[in-house]
């Protein structure tokens, strides 16, 4: 059975091309890049030329591009940089809804003695920019607020934030590892000062990233060893990822928005087929200002967990929330900051679809979804007890 894989924002599975660009340097050219020898030293080329092709598709230099094991030391790297290089400022604003790779941060920074205000998103999972513009203080040394939510797609709009914040001298991070590739991003225009991706969110593999610093950015390495990356970031370089992360970028850059819409006019199709042929569905978060490729919906009185697993029979790929978060019975913070119904809530699902998701695909989903729905609410005891006392399903 074929799996239909409907996780992108998981995961995504690596591009045929991008797979061939790694091979040689797992087989042949396994040289470590700061050998003095021509053997290990000609591989440096490559990241060089991986370093381009980044930066190439932010719209930045490649002196700016450090290159990572993932989006989480991206986003750790900037936050524990901005702080560390203002001891000064003890004052950081982020909001509810970032990854667990900010908001652990966070909560580590306020057992150290940092007071951190989380801005709130409203039930459509939007900001108020008022309520960032009064937090802002003398003392606040970073402001993190993610690009675009990994559980509802809701994009943020960085680059009103980005004038409130830089208006007041103050540093910004944004963890845009779910919008670059589907997204287009440009720095010269976009004025934040850290900007996180990781290579397996666009096709490439698992295990490397990178960080965008704008230049003259005062900066604090996390990792301390070796000279590379400049001296930004130590470690012998995973020459294979950062190949593919290059190749993986160049590749999303190219016809971005045909994809994007071709993505978008399949996700709609799902979206709306689920919500015409199931009743008792709600869609989770603004339905116009989200990712192209992703749709969040709430199936009332039913456990999103046991959708997955019966979709799973079927070969079919899906997600409650956060791959980061799974495996918690409770609802993903990102839920309850939107203050989604606990009715609703435990049964949220998000689909995330990818440039290689079929028009087949959204059928089978569409063919079965609404039986396992079915099935699951004849079973479920919150609907025995909604229709003993009479209580509207709806």
């Known amino acids: 059975m074929k799996e239909i894989y409907l996780d992108n924002n998981a995961t995504t599975m690596v591009a045929p091309e991008v797979l061939e660009t790694m091979l040689p340097f797992l087989r042949d050219s396994y040289g470590n890049a700061s050998s003095m020898h021509g053997f290990g030293g000609k591989v440096g080329a490559f990241i060089s030329q991986a370093r381009e092709q980044t930066a190439q598709c932010l719209g930045c230099s490649p002196d700016e591009i450090i ?65 960032l513009e009064d937090s802002l203080r003398p003392d606040t040394a970073l402001v993190s607020v993610m690009h675009a939510n990994n559980e509802n797609g809701i994009i943020f709009p960085l680059e009103s934030i980005s004038e409130i914040v830089k208006d007041r001298g103050i540093l910004l991070h944004t963890d845009a590892v779910q919008t670059v590739g589907k997204l287009p991003i440009d720095l010269q225009k976009l004025a934040v000062d850290f900007l996180a991706l990781s290579a397996h969110k666009v096709h ?88 192209p490729n992703t749709t969040s919906l709430a199936f009332k009185f039913i456990e999103g967990e046991s959708i997955l697993l019966m979709l799973d029979q079927h070969g079919i790929c899906a997600s409650s929330g956060s791959a980061c978060t799974s495996g918690s019975l409770e609802p993903s913070h990102v839920l309850r900051a939107m203050g989604v119904p606990f009715t609703y ?50």
Do not use: W
Not at 100 to 129: C, F, M, W
Not at 246 to 271: F, P, Q
């Open 67 to 131: 290159f990572t094991s993932c989006g989480t030391e991206s986003d750790n790297t900037a936050i524990f940089s901005a702080v560390r290089s203002q001891p000064e400022k003890r004052h950081v604003v982020t909001t509810r809804v970032e990854h667990p790779a900010v908001l652990n941060v966070a909560s580590h920074l306020e057992i150290a003695g940092y007071e951190v205000t989380h801005l709130k998103v409203d039930e459509q999972g939007r900001l108020d920019l008022q309520e």
């Open 204 to 291: 490439g593999p698992k295990g490397v990233g990178a960080l965008y610093i704008r230049r003259g950015v005062p900066f604090r390495p996390f990792m301390l060893g070796g000279h590379q990356e400049k001296g930004r970031r130590a470690g012998t370089e995973n020459v294979a990822g950062i190949v593919a992360l290059g190749k993986a970028m160049e590749m999303a850059a190219i016809g971005i928005h045909e994809k994007n819409s071709r993505v978008r006019t399949l996700r709609d199709r799902l979206e709306q087929g689920i919500l015409d042929a199931i009743p008792d569905v709600r869609r989770n978060g603004d339905p116009e200002n989200r990712l």
């Open 345 to 394: 809530a435990h049964g949220s699902i998000r689909f995330s679809l990818s440039r290689y998701t079929t028009d087949a695909e959204i059928d089978l989903v569409l063919q079965e979804l609404p039986g396992i729905v079915s099935r699951l609410r004849a079973m479920s005891p919150f609907t025995a007890t909604s229709k003993a006392t009479g209580d509207c399903a709806c």
